[in-house]
Every structure is written in structure tokens, then in C-alpha cells.
Nanobody, 119 residues
Framework: IQLVESGGGLVQAGDSLRLSCAASGRTFSIFLMGWWRQGPGKEREFVSSIRWSESLTFYADYVKGRFSISKDNAKNTVYLQMNTLEPEDTAVYYC?????????????WGQGTQVTVSS
């Protein structure tokens, strides 16, 4: 499974941004897709995920109410709508995927897209 993110950029605090992640390859084996992020000097942290067949969603507490994850199965694409962005949201956002053969590990990763929020 190959993942390609897009949609990052430089925005001001309070603005919105939508990230996209397009999957290709063995997309039939996708179990779950989601987003992680890594801020400057920080470890990579979980943001949100969505089950591919059930549309069940999960969010980190610090993005609940501000971020929304969705997907388009026909396009093999997952989206992250980010509203009311804060400078603390500045990070490289990575798209990840878990396949049905190993549901315990985030096996697949995109190259990341930079999101910078200025105050």
C-alpha cells in the first residue's frame, strides 16, 4: 500500500485546512487509515483514524471538536478537516494505514505534509 499526502501549508491561527491522503496498491487490504503528527522537537503522536469498512472514527483528545476525519472509499482517500487551528498544531502530518494482515501495527506511511500555523 502506498500513501501520498497533500494539502499542507502555512495558515494563521483560527484558520482551517484540509489534508488528503490517497492510497494505492493493495487497497483491498486496508483495515484502518489515519493521521499522526510530529511537531518540532516532539515525538510522533496520534491524531485521528477511521476504520475502512465501518467508518468508525477515533480522535486524540486535543483535536476533538476541531478536527474531523472522513473517507471516500471509491477514491481510496482519507481526509482530515482541521478547523480552528492553533500554533500548537504546527507539525508534519503523516498518513498511515493498517492492513487486515496485521491489525496491531501501523505498517504503511506517507512521506508527510507540513502544516504551519502562525499566531
Amino acid at each position: 500500500i502506498q500513501l501520498v499526502e497533500s494539502g499542507g501549508g502555512l495558515v494563521q491561527a483560527g484558520d482551517s485546512l484540509r489534508l488528503s491522503c490517497a492510497a494505492s496498491g493493495r487497497t483491498f487490504s486496508i483495515f484502518l487509515m489515519g493521521w499522526w503528527r510530529q511537531g518540532p522537537g516532539k515525538e510522533r503522536e496520534f491524531v485521528s483514524s477511521i476504520r475502512w469498512s465501518e467508518s468508525l472514527t477515533f480522535y486524540a483528545d486535543y483535536v476533538k471538536g476541531r478536527f474531523s476525519i472522513s473517507k471516500d472509499n471509491a477514491k481510496n482517500t482519507v481526509y482530515l478537516q482541521m478547523n480552528t487551528l492553533e500554533p500548537e498544531d504546527t507539525a508534519v502530518y503523516y498518513c498511515g494505514a493498517i492492513d487486515i494482515y496485521n491489525t496491531e501495527e501501523w505498517t504503511y506511511w506517507g512521506q508527510g505534509t507540513q502544516v504551519t500555523v502562525s499566531s
